[in-house]
């Protein structure tokens, strides 16, 4: 017998400013762009409420809408998660820290509960998961759909990743893409993954053909034909557990993070031992943050395990605003620019500017400039997106391969690096953490695994070129871009070296080895 299930949902936020926020108490504040869920009314046939399930995946179950259907496509997926139990428990081990606030924001607005299984489909509950079509975080969101649903992308936050803000945004564009699709959710979801636009063109040549117009009659590209299945799937199996030899490991029906204010920026390491957590339990919360401390702007908001938030909230009590982020002098010298100190100590070039009020790009030999810095080595942000990328690149593909670092010249693309090198395009962008249509910046260090040591380094191509210098350039950054020396530039160019500072629209000569 199925149960449907009605609930009630109030929200009061009470309290000063440092009491924590369970998942279900967001904050209004102009820190957070979280907004509160409106209220429920209770109804006089709810059976239990949300609350009272132990098992948090029997509460999901309870509040399934979609008409359990059966089709090959179904049966197929089903064949292979029931062959895949270690997959879904590493699914199991991800999925508790980030499926009771979904749970919850899929609960206060009634609809399908079966959308909690798709982050499953998604990323398989990876936060950190990366996509050759662009998508990120838990929802796969395209850069495009995730900032017109609120998430913020810059070189300090990439907003989707962040489970709140993705998973409100998921859960309104579903919302849309239904009402768009006139109440019916197979399309809605073969919508999120394809786009409307897709589906729309299948739905007309059906029209014209005089064929029915339903998600399964509909001629889409494979993998969204396998997209909705996989869900249905995954639904028939949590709902039917005697049936299959899968089963769903039991999670705490409790919240497991808490939202808790930084009141400025902070250092993550400094979260972690604010919080008694290890780092990268803090990173895994907050993994929208792609650097070693939260965005210099705000939201002044990090989440922290549920249990650690009172800890947390007493310990930043005594800790000075000024110890939040570790600050370090820094005396510019010859051949310094703004990009290269930034570079060094892994910030931005704009982040110098504000702190030391800076105005384009003017710094002078003997400046004293203040700069923000990660309180403990880099190898200890496990989880920022260098450390992240550092990994990727260093992954072995195999015994019999071997890896070469390229640096990315202006001009170049992945299909020509690729094809230089005898490699996919494919390949190429995932030894890199990066999507096929990414694009590339001059400068940028890339990691080229061939089956020969040597197939890469022996092939020159020298050419002339002239540079025209650009504002904030000096002589050692021109010599680490084009991979050339200092002694190299001054050689190329007698006369034109002996002047201190370079000047926008001074014109060097190079020359420089274009296969590397």
Not at 352 to 373: E, S
Not at 421 to 446: C, I, T
Not at 489 to 497: C, L
Not at 498 to 512: A, I, R
């Amino acid at each position: 017998m199925r149960f449907i299930v009605f609930f009630a949902l109030s929200v009061t936020l009470i309290g000063c400013a440092s009491q924590p926020k369970s998942s279900n108490e967001l904050a209004t504040s102009s820190d957070s762009p979280i907004p509160v869920l409106d209220n429920w009314e209770p109804s006089e046939e709810q059976a239990i409420s949300p609350e009272d399930h132990e098992d948090l995946w029997q509460r999901v179950l309870a509040s399934f809408k979609l008409e359990e259907v059966d089709n090959p496509r179904i049966q197929a997926q089903l064949r292979w998660y029931n062959k895949h139990q270690k997959y879904m428990d590493r699914v199991n081990n991800r999925a508790i820290r980030y499926l009771h606030f979904i749970t919850e924001q899929i609960e206060a607005r009634d609809i399908p509960g079966e959308l909690a299984l798709l982050p499953i489909v998604e990323s398989a509950f990876d936060p950190f998961a990366y996509s050759h079509g662009r998508a990120a975080g838990v929802w796969q969101f395209i850069p495009s759909t995730g900032r017109m649903y609120g998430m913020k992308q810059d070189w300090w936050i990439d907003g989707r990743r962040d489970i709140r803000l993705s998973t409100i945004g998921a859960l309104k564009y579903l919302t849309a893409l239904t009402r768009e699709f006139k109440g019916d959710w197979m399309l809605a979801l073969a919508a999120y993954n394809s786009g409307a636009g897709t589906v729309r063109k299948a739905i007309r040549k059906n029209k014209r053909l005089g064929k029915p117009t339903d998600y399964w009659s509909l001629s889409l590209p494979k993998e969204t034909r396998a997209y909705v299945p996989k869900l249905l799937a995954l639904a028939k199996l949590l709902k039917h557990p005697d049936k299959y030899d899968l089963k769903f490991k039991p999670l705490p029906n409790k919240a497991y993070f808490a939202a808790v204010d930084s009141h400025g920026q902070i250092d993550l390491a400094a979260v972690a031992d604010l919080s008694e957590t290890p780092i990268d339990e803090i990173y895994k919360l907050n993994s929208g943050y792609n650097r070693w401390a939260t965005h210099p702007k705000g939201p002044h908001q990090v989440l922290v395990p549920v249990d650690k938030a009172d800890i947390f909230n007493e310990n930043i009590k005594q800790l000075p605003a000024t110890a939040r982020v570790k600050w370090q002098r820094y005396k510019v010298r010859s051949g310094d620019s703004l990009i290269s100190i930034a570079k060094k100590f892994h910030t931005t070039p704009d982040v110098l500017r504000q702190v030391n009020g800076i105005r384009r790009n003017m710094i002078r030999v003997n400046d004293r400039l203040m700069i923000p810095t990660a309180s403990k080595p880099q190898h200890n942000y496990a989880y920022s997106a260098a450390q992240r990328l550092s990994k990727i690149q260093n992954t072995s593909r195999g015994k019999k391969t071997f890896k070469t670092t390229y640096r990315v010249q202006a001009g170049d693309s992945f299909w020509t690096i690729a094809r230089r090198n005898n490699v996919s395009v494919q390949s190429l962008a995932k030894w890199n953490g990066m999507a096929p249509r990414d694009p590339l910046k001059p400068g940028q260090k890339l990691v080229i695994w061939t089956k020969s040591p040597q197939a890469f380094a022996e092939r020159k191509e020298i050419r002339k070129l002239t540079y025209r210098v650009r504002n904030g350039d000096s002589f050692a950054k021109i010599a680490n871009k084009f991979r050339v020396t200092l002694s190299d530039i001054a050689r190329w160019n007698k006369g034109k070296t002996k002047k201190k500072y370079l000047q926008p629209g001074d014109k060097l000569t190079l020359y420089v080895n274009v296969m590397r």
